[in-house]
């Protein structure tokens, strides 16, 4: 099928794979940018998230934000809808092309478990690998930043899918418990059990046990 899309644009195509079947899927089209358009890079700018995927890219993407030439520090708050209560986000990245560094100390993207920069990270990336599984909140909200160097690149950025869904219940059922598991539940068992006999065990002990009597001896008269 022919799309007639605007020159300088790029159809983006998510690729999946659900129960052996391969999906692929048009997310929609991103334009290249130029100027003030395409430099943006917000700081803590709040994105509301839906139960519909959304989309989140690096600035001038898919074009290089090397082509920026100037250090970037960009950060978004993605925020669950008002709408929705007791959920979490959960995030999956699509596609990442970063300057690789060594521990990411210079291009890299970080996910964080709420909306300030000092929560816990939830993953942090660089280079052309990202991490595959879905990124899962604790809460309604995560911050994700996207940070680089002075250095021109020709990387493309990365672009990750956003959305809400029902905060899970976790349920330990007997198969899934383990060695340790069976111990400390054993030893529960033996204290909640054994404890209370023991502490009247050691009452009556105290209690039968013949006291002695202590005889006052007179005084002597001086």
């Given at each position: 099928m022919l799309m007639n899309l605007p020159r300088k644009s790029h159809v983006l195509l998510h690729v999946t794979r659900r129960l052996g079947v391969?999906?692929?899927?048009?997310?929609?089209?991103?334009?290249?940018?130029?100027?003030?358009?395409?430099?943006?890079?917000?700081?803590?700018?709040?994105?509301?998230?839906?139960?519909?995927?959304?989309?989140?890219?690096s600035p001038n993407y898919p074009a290089h934000y090397?082509?920026?030439?100037?250090?970037?520090?960009?950060?978004?708050?993605?925020?669950?809808?008002t709408e929705y209560?007791?959920?979490?986000?959960?995030?999956?990245?699509?596609?990442?092309?970063?300057?690789?560094?060594?521990?990411?100390?210079?291009?890299?993207?970080?996910?964080l478990d709420g909306n300030q920069d000092f929560h816990r990270p939830l993953s942090t990336w660089c280079g052309t690998t990202w991490p595959k599984a879905t990124i899962t909140t604790t809460g309604d909200?995560?911050?994700?930043?996207?940070?680089?160097?002075?250095?021109?690149?020709?990387?493309?950025?990365?672009i990750l899918a956003y959305w809400v869904v029902k905060k899970p219940v976790f349920l330990v059922t007997p198969h899934q418990w383990g060695p340790s598991n069976y111990v400390l539940m054993f030893i529960g068992l033996v204290l909640l059990i054994g404890g209370p006999s023991w502490v009247f065990t050691l009452y009556f002990v105290r209690e039968l046990r013949p006291q002695k009597q202590h005889i006052r001896q007179p005084e002597k008269i001086k």
């Open positions: 391969v999906v692929v899927g048009v997310m929609g089209t991103v334009q290249s940018k130029s100027g003030s358009e395409a430099a943006a890079c917000p700081t803590k700018l709040v994105l509301t998230a839906l139960r519909t995927p959304q989309y989140l890219t090397g082509l920026l030439q100037r250090r970037l520090a960009c950060s978004w708050v993605l925020q669950a809808s209560t007791d959920v979490v986000i959960e995030l999956q990245v699509l596609n990442s092309s970063l300057e690789y560094s060594y521990a990411c100390v210079r291009d890299c993207v970080s996910v909200s995560a911050f994700v930043s996207f940070s680089t160097n002075y250095v021109k690149n020709n990387y493309a950025g990365f």
